[in-house]
């Protein structure tokens, strides 16, 4: 069964909204845009020696998403 685009939208933006939690939505879009910034980099540029963009080790959004559910999740980001 094919997924609607509207179902798919619905589906995205509840997510969103349930991440967002209390934060107000004009600081979340903040967030977002940095978090799919690295995303993309970390995809397109991840190994490639001569890079536009060099990502240090642990500065990847991979490394970020192992940090998943640890209490000291901003610190260890910040210090990357």
């Not at 940095?34 to 536009?52: C, M, R, T």
């Amino acid at each position: 069964m094919a997924l609607k685009k509207s179902e798919l939208y619905s589906s995205i933006w509840q997510s969103c909204d349930e991440l967002r939690g209390g934060m107000d939505a004009s600081q979340y879009k903040d967030y977002v845009l940095v978090l799919l910034f690295i995303k993309y980099v970390s995809d397109k540029y991840a190994g490639q020696h001569y890079a536009p963009i060099t990502i240090p080790p642990g500065a990847s959004f991979k490394d970020m998403v192992a940090l998943k559910g640890k209490s000291d999740i901003g610190d260890q980001i910040h210090n990357t």
